[in-house]
C-alpha cells in the first residue's frame, strides 16, 4: 500500500499545485454564486413583502381605518407633498415649541417627522436616556437617538444629580458602571457618575 501510494501520490500534489490558481478561480465564482443566490432571495422576500403590505394598506383603506402607524405614514407623505411645507409652516405656527420625552424609545420615522417640521425657528427639545431604551421590539431605535444628539444645534445637557435614588443605590451604580469604559455595549452610550440629591438619606422598607 505504501509503495503503491509513494508512486502517485507526488505527481498528485504536483498536480494540485499545477492547478491551484484554477481551483481558487473555481472558489470564487463559487462564493460569488452563493452571494448572488442569497441576494435574489432577499430581493424576492422584499417584493413578497411590498406585495402583502401594499394588499394591507388597501383593506384598510377600504375599511376607513387608521392605525397609530398609519398617522405618521398619512404625516410622512403629507410632508412630503407639494403643499407640505406650507403645511409644516402651519404645525410650526400652532406648536411653537416641542417637547419629546422617552427619545430613546423614537424610530426613524418619527424622527424624520421631527426633522421635517424643525427649522432654526422652531424650538424642538429632545429628553431621553440611552440605558432606558427597552422598545426595540417595538421599532424604538437607540441608533436614531445617537444620530439626534449629535446633531443638535443648540447643545446636550446631562443632569447629574439623581433626585429619585438613596444614596446607596447611586454609590452602587456608579461603583458598578464605573469599572467599564463601555458598559453597555455601544461605544457612544456611555454612564456618567451622578450625584445624591442633597440631604438624600437611605430609607429601609420593612414589612
Same mark, same amino acid.
Given at each position: 500500500?505504501?509503495r503503491?501510494?509513494?508512486?502517485?501520490?507526488?505527481?498528485?500534489?504536483?498536480?494540485? /499545485? +499545477?492547478?491551484?490558481? &484554477?481551483?481558487?478561480?473555481?472558489?470564487?465564482?463559487?462564493?460569488?454564486l452563493?452571494?448572488?443566490?442569497?441576494t435574489?432571495? +432577499?430581493s424576492?422576500?422584499?417584493t413578497?413583502?411590498r406585495s402583502?403590505?401594499?394588499?394591507y394598506?388597501?383593506?384598510?383603506e377600504?375599511?376607513?381605518?387608521? &392605525?397609530?402607524?398609519?398617522l405618521q405614514?398619512? #404625516?410622512?407623505?403629507?410632508? !412630503?407633498?407639494?403643499q407640505?411645507?406650507? #403645511?409644516?409652516?402651519q404645525?410650526?405656527r400652532?406648536h411653537?415649541?416641542?417637547?419629546?420625552?422617552?427619545? !430613546?424609545d423614537?424610530?426613524?420615522v418619527?424622527?424624520?417627522?421631527?426633522?421635517?417640521?424643525?427649522?432654526a =425657528?422652531?424650538?424642538?427639545i429632545?429628553?431621553g436616556?440611552p440605558? !432606558?431604551?427597552?422598545?426595540?421590539?417595538? =421599532?424604538?431605535?437607540?441608533?436614531?437617538?445617537?444620530a439626534?444628539?449629535e446633531?443638535?444645534?443648540?447643545?446636550?445637557?446631562?443632569?447629574?444629580t439623581?433626585?429619585?435614588?438613596s444614596?446607596?443605590?447611586?454609590?452602587?451604580?456608579? &461603583?458598578?458602571? =464605573?469599572?467599564a469604559?463601555?458598559p453597555?455595549?455601544?461605544?457612544?452610550?456611555?454612564?456618567e457618575p451622578?450625584?445624591?440629591?442633597p440631604?438624600g438619606?437611605? /430609607?429601609?422598607c420593612?414589612?
Open positions: 500500500m505504501y503503491y501510494a509513494s508512486s502517485w501520490l507526488p505527481s498528485f500534489i504536483s498536480w494540485i /499545485v +499545477q492547478h491551484i490558481s &484554477t481551483w481558487e478561480k473555481l472558489f470564487e465564482k463559487i462564493d460569488e452563493i452571494e448572488l443566490e442569497r435574489l432571495r +432577499q424576492q422576500e422584499l413578497w413583502f402583502i403590505y401594499d394588499r394598506i388597501d383593506l384598510l377600504q375599511a376607513a381605518v387608521v &392605525t397609530s402607524n398609519d405614514r398619512l #404625516l410622512d407623505n403629507a410632508l !412630503q407633498s407639494e407640505g411645507e406650507e #403645511l409644516a409652516a404645525i410650526r400652532l411653537p415649541i416641542a417637547m419629546i420625552d422617552e427619545f !430613546q423614537t424610530d426613524p418619527q424622527y424624520e417627522l421631527f426633522s421635517l417640521l424643525n427649522d =425657528g422652531h424650538n424642538l429632545m429628553i436616556d440605558k !432606558q431604551a427597552i422598545y426595540a421590539f417595538r =421599532g424604538a431605535d437607540i441608533f436614531t437617538y445617537l439626534a444628539a446633531e443638535a444645534t443648540g447643545g446636550v445637557w446631562t443632569l447629574s439623581s433626585y429619585r435614588s444614596p446607596s443605590v447611586v454609590r452602587s451604580l456608579n &461603583t458598578l458602571f =464605573g469599572q469604559s463601555s453597555f455595549s455601544v461605544s457612544k452610550i456611555l454612564y451622578v450625584e445624591c440629591r440631604g438619606e437611605d /430609607v429601609l420593612r414589612q
